[in-house]
C-alpha cells in the first residue's frame, strides 16, 4: 500500500521561500516518476515540476527558476523548494507517484499573502 504525506505548506509574504516535503512508504527511486502537482481554489490541478526515475527534471513555465525539486535518499522524499514565492503559488500542493498506477498524498496547503 503506497501512502504519500506532505509537509511544509503553510502562511508565507511575497517573495518568500518554502520547503516542501513528500515522504513515502516505499522507496522513492522505485517509481517511475514523481512530481509536484497544485490546485487552487476553482482551478484545475497544475504539473508543478516532475522528476523521472532516470532524474530527468520538469517544470511549468511559471515556477522556473524559482523552484527546484529534488529527491532525497536518506530521507526517502522527494522535496519541493519554492523561492520568490507570489500569490499565484497559493494553492494545494499535492505529491504525486507512478509505478504503473498513479498515488496522490492529501495536500498540504500553501498560502502566499501579505
Known amino acids: 500500500q503506497v501512502q504519500l504525506v506532505e509537509s511544509g505548506g503553510g502562511l508565507v509574504q511575497p517573495g518568500g521561500s518554502l520547503r516542501l516535503s513528500c515522504a513515502a512508504t516505499?522507496?522513492?527511486?522505485?517509481?517511475?516518476?514523481m512530481a509536484w502537482y497544485r490546485q487552487a481554489p476553482g482551478k484545475q490541478r497544475e504539473l508543478v515540476a516532475s522528476?523521472?526515475?532516470?532524474?530527468?527534471?520538469n517544470y511549468v513555465d511559471s515556477v522556473k527558476g524559482r523552484f527546484t525539486i529534488s529527491r532525497n535518499r536518506a530521507k526517502n522524499t522527494v522535496d519541493l523548494q519554492m523561492n520568490s514565492l507570489n500569490a499565484e503559488d497559493t494553492a494545494v500542493y499535492y505529491c504525486?507517484?507512478?509505478?504503473?498506477?498513479?498515488?496522490w498524498g492529501q495536500g498540504t496547503q500553501v498560502n502566499v499573502s501579505s
Open positions: 522528476i523521472a526515475g532516470g532524474g530527468t527534471i
Open positions: 504525486y507517484a507512478r509505478r504503473g498506477v498513479p498515488y
Open positions: 516505499e522507496n522513492i527511486f522505485s517509481f517511475t516518476a
